[in-house]
Nanobody, 127 residues
Framework: QVQLVESGGGLVQAGGSLRLSCAAS????????MGWFRQAPGKEREFVAA????????YYADSVKGRFTISRDIAKNTVYLQMNSLKPEDTAVYYC????????????????????WGQGTQVTVSS
């Protein structure tokens, strides 16, 4: 059974930084995509970033490109989301997720494609 445990959320002022971690366990993630999504109050869950476990190719939503960096540590089975220059509109619950199907092109940005989800971690950016 795949388990994803996020950590690292918190309260930060606009312009500040946070690093989220997602510890993954339960299976091999070779050729799989790992994604970060977020959901603000009253809004749908949206794609933030994804990384291919094999090869490390990264993909970003336009709204975070240049400010956020997704990475992974294969030895620790952990995915990170480094968030810099945070804005109040980045306030949301952040979730990591795994697409259990092998990905041979670009990872999906659709929430429905991802099978396993963490419990979420709150990020609040004050103005």
């Amino acid at each position: 059974q795949v388990q994803l445990v996020e950590s690292g959320g918190g309260l930060v002022q606009a312009g500040g930084s946070l690093r989220l971690s997602c510890a993954a366990s339960g299976r091999s993630f070779s050729s799989r995509a790992m994604g970060w999504f977020r959901q603000a109050p009253g809004k749908e869950r949206e794609f933030v970033a994804a990384i291919m476990w094999s090869g490390g190719r990264t993909y970003y939503a336009d709204s975070v490109k240049g400010r956020f960096t997704i990475s992974r540590d294969i030895a620790k089975n952990t995915v990170y989301l480094q968030m810099n220059s945070l804005k109040p509109e980045d306030t949301a619950v952040y979730y990591c997720a795994v697409d259990s199907q092998p990905v041979f092109g670009s990872p999906s940005r659709a929430t429905r494609q991802y099978d396993y989800w963490g419990q979420g971690t709150q990020v609040t950016v004050s103005s």
